[in-house]
């Protein structure tokens, strides 16, 4: 069965530090997507990345950057530099990646308060 | 607004009433999913349709919830005689497919159900 973990349940930083959110998944696919989405206080969710695991080459947008580790089964999201805006709940998903339902498997989510 | 199309955004009912939440999915978006969030949780999948077919409803409790998403118009998500356990933020997603590949699924804005 596929599971995605986010063992910090919430972290809080002061506005222009550095900050680092782990995710954990199990999969027995060979083939899969990793995704972040951003749920800010207004409660929609905003779509980040999504990765598929033959790509593991780290990724950076912006202050965004991932670092997507097969060998330890772990995509991790670190914002640089942070600011009050980025404070939301993030959340890491998987999903297959053959035909099929391709649901989405959420991890519980960090909720990231950056405090000026 | 091209995006996914979430209706009601707030939805009261008491005990025992029907609920309908509405979704209108992305242009050009042939495959709806169904999510529900309880507080302070992650997002749970519950269903995945495409046009007039329920593909997966592995996520669906088995009695009082129900799915569609018609030939015209938009995938409906019914909850009949609601009780306060279901109470919760329910979102639609919607994606295309490139070849074999669903592609990243857009979230709507949410329904959020309470029930008194």
């Known amino acids: 069965a596929q599971k995605v973990t986010q063992a910090q349940t919430e972290i809080s930083v002061v506005e222009k530090e550095d900050v680092t959110l782990d995710c954990v998944y199990e999969?027995?696919?060979?083939?899969?997507?990793l995704f972040w989405y951003k749920q800010p206080p207004s409660g929609e969710l905003v779509f980040l990345i999504r990765r598929n695991s033959f790509d593991e080459q780290n990724e950076i947008s912006g202050r965004y950057s991932w670092n997507f580790q097969k060998s330890t089964s772990s995509f991790n999201f670190t914002i640089t530099a942070s600011q009050v805006v980025d404070s939301a709940v993030y959340f890491c998903?998987?999903?297959?990646?053959?035909?099929?339902?391709?649901?989405?498997?959420f991890g519980q989510g960090t909720r990231l308060t950056i405090n000026p | 607004n091209a995006g996914v199309m979430q209706n009601p955004r707030h939805l009261v009912r008491r005990r025992g009433q029907e609920a309908r939440l509405r979704c209108s999915p992305m242009?050009?978006?042939?495959?709806v999913y169904w999510y529900r969030q309880l507080p302070e949780e992650g997002l749970k999948f519950m269903v995945y349709?495409?046009?007039?077919?329920?593909?997966?409803e592995s996520g669906m409790p088995k009695e009082r919830f129900s799915a569609e998403f018609p030939k015209e118009g938009p995938s409906i998500l019914r909850i009949q005689q609601v009780v306060r356990g279901d109470s919760a933020a329910y979102f639609c997603?919607?994606?295309?497919?490139?070849?074999?590949?669903?592609?990243?699924?857009?979230f709507g804005d949410g329904t959020r159900l309470s029930i008194l």
């Open positions: 242009k050009g978006h042939s495959h």
């Open positions: 997603a919607s994606s295309t497919r490139e070849g074999p590949i669903n592609q990243p699924q857009h």
């Open positions: 999969t027995r696919d060979t083939t899969y997507y």
């Open positions: 349709l495409q046009k007039e077919n329920i593909i997966d």
């Open positions: 998903a998987l999903s297959e990646a053959m035909q099929g339902a391709q649901k989405l498997v």
